[in-house]
């Protein structure tokens, strides 16, 4: 059975970090509908003074930040000390857990296209030690109609980067001009779609770019490039969570005392464990 929408959402530009302008498509207001995955901003520019000046060091405490760049290099420094730098095609994948500290520079290039998804992460696991991981080595399936890059998890026989808190699909799909295009997704997933760049047709429903889209459960997605234009998509899959979020900035736990306490560590200066 083919996945049907459910809902979608068309993001808006605002600016946030130091000035950066961007599309913000996922946030409180979708929580519920969009679980385990918080917020979901998207960069698109090719004026490098609408980026610049990047997200100067800030904590976060509760979640997983999974950074893809489609365009364009962003540079990684935290409090643990690890420093990376992503280009085109490749992605971060940081567990901020009991706290951390981190900034994210974009560097001037021809074009910035990528996007920064927030990941919950279940209330067991919500103070885990910080981690970061660079992924540069991203395996690609081509297939007839459309280029699969699997960011993590597993398409067909191939398997990328796999957090250790919540099992997650994340491709990168590159579908040619006017093609059609169905992929198999766990029926026990929920599947999520973003459009990053072109409109695309899903079940028979015209979605336009910079859309997030919610799917119903089903084993199956089709898709179908419309415009005569390539579009490239990503999905999310993973299982819903169905716990309660307490979201204050940029710090996400499970109860009022818990955000209530970490901003008091913010203050005092016992954040970071």
């Not at 994340?170 to 040619?176: M, N, T």
């Not at 415009?227 to 990503?234: C, K, M, R, S, V």
């Amino acid at each position: 059975m083919k996945r049907k929408i459910r809902h979608k959402v068309t993001g808006f530009r605002t600016q946030d970090g130091a000035g950066v302008s961007l599309v913000r498509v996922l946030g409180l207001e979708t929580v519920e509908k969009y679980d385990p995955f918080l917020m979901l901003d998207s960069f698109d520019s090719k004026n490098p003074q609408d980026y610049i000046k990047g997200f100067p060091f800030h904590p976060h405490r509760g979640i997983e930040t999974i950074t893809y760049l489609a365009k364009g290099s962003m540079v990684h420094r935290d409090n643990l000390g690890n420093e990376g730098i992503i280009r085109e095609g490749e992605a971060q994948w940081m567990t901020a857990g009991s706290g951390i500290m981190h900034e994210e520079m974009p560097e001037a290039s021809e074009e910035m296209l990528g996007i920064q998804l927030w990941l919950n992460l279940p209330q067991q696991y919500k103070m885990v030690a910080p981690q970061y991981n660079d992924l540069k080595d991203i395996k690609e399936v081509q297939e007839e109609e459309a280029l699969v890059r699997v960011v993590s998890g597993k398409y067909k026989d191939v398997e990328g980067f796999q957090g250790k808190y919540i099992p997650v699909d994340f491709y990168d799909i590159r579908l040619l001009p006017e093609k059609e295009f169905t992929f198999e997704t766990k029926e026990e997933n929920e599947v999520y779609l973003f459009l990053l760049k072109g409109d695309l047709e899903v079940e028979g429903e015209w979605c336009k770019e910079k859309t997030a889209v919610a799917l119903e459960r089903g084993k199956e997605v089709h898709v179908k490039g419309v415009n005569g234009e390539p579009a490239e998509f990503l999905v999310f899959s993973a299982k819903s969570l169905s716990e309660p979020v307490v979201w204050g900035g940029p710090i996400v736990m499970n109860t009022k005392e818990e955000l209530m306490q970490a901003y008091k560590e913010l203050q005092d200066g016992t954040f970071i464990k």
